[in-house]
């Protein structure tokens, strides 16, 4: 797997992470670490690349905010990092969370911009469900499932592409492009590791892991899943199911 370049647009906003340290005082440490692990990451710099060339991402910053591995705050159209998550994570399945992350936050500032499935953004679902409320609808209950609906197609859709990203780290830091059965199986326990993979896997032995039900890999070969509405609508009742149990929880 041949990785592409990081943009340099997309490098200009990542480093306000090595320049800040008053929020982390270890940024310029962290952000070396981030930065290697995007640099190995094919589906990750081609995410990144997008996003930031079109400016659907404005920055990136650290933040302490508890509870969150991330979060994407769409009112500035930044990603916030949780500084604990690189002294609460141990080393060796650090890169597959933090990917993880990464490319989840930017899922959201894509499904803040639209989707190639036809579904509200969450301003437009949040406007639909204040309309109802503003006409003095006597029912509001359909009017919330949609609106949990769209969310919850938002954030499957983001878990989608985390967990792709994670397999892309694997296969980039191990310098793999055509991976085996079994180097499939070894992607998945990278995920499995990083503390989100039970929201796709299930762990039938020490070494081998299954899909979940109703997800379905593209036809890359990889292992990957495909980011279609079936996968979403799949992956998201595992999501609800699980709650966030995960190593650090995404926004």
Known sequence: MTNPILSQNALNLLQNLDQ??????????????????????????NQLNTDVGNTWVKSFNWSAQAGSGAFFNGSDDSININVSTFTAIPPEYLPYTETFVLAHELGHSEFAEGNAF???????????????????????????????GDYNYNESNSQLLGFNAVLSEYYGSNNITDPTAAQIQSAYKAAWNSGYGQYFLTNVSRNTYSLQPGLATDNSGTGALAVSLANMAAEGNYYNQMGSGSVSSTG
């Open 20 to 45: 800040n340290t008053s929020t982390n005082p270890n940024g310029m440490a962290d952000y070396n670490k981030l930065l290697g692990y995007i640099q190995s990451d094919p589906t990750l710099i």
């Open 118 to 148: 036809g579904l509200p953004t969450p301003f437009q679902a949040a406007n639909t469900l204040q309309g109802l409320v503003g006409d003095g609808t006597s029912d509001l209950t359909s009017g919330i499932q949609a609106y949990e």
